[in-house]
């Protein structure tokens, strides 16, 4: 079974929060820098790739998006910044030469 991704969108630091999964991290994320494939994302310019998380499996990382989409913003602040404690853009990081291109 193809594994998954559950990653955090935001339109800046501690500002408005997207949770998603995906089996295509990349693609996906791209999506949503281009303002394509969820008007939620769009109208608010949430933009910023701050958080993901890989799963093996994507029933688990459907579970545990449904999970985190639950959580108070403050559980999800401290998940982020526990790894990202800055709220830096990882697309850049994490998809260096996407980030280039288009």
Known sequence: MK?????????????????GVTADLLKRAYQHREREGSSHVADFGKTRLVYAERHEDIEAAIAREKLVKKWRRSWKFALIEAD??????????????AAHEG
């Open 3 to 19: 594994g998954g991704w559950v990653y955090i969108m935001a339109n800046r630091y501690r500002g408005g929060m997207y949770v």
């Open 84 to 97: 990202n404690p800055e709220w830096r853009d990882l697309w850049c990081e994490w998809f260096p030469t």
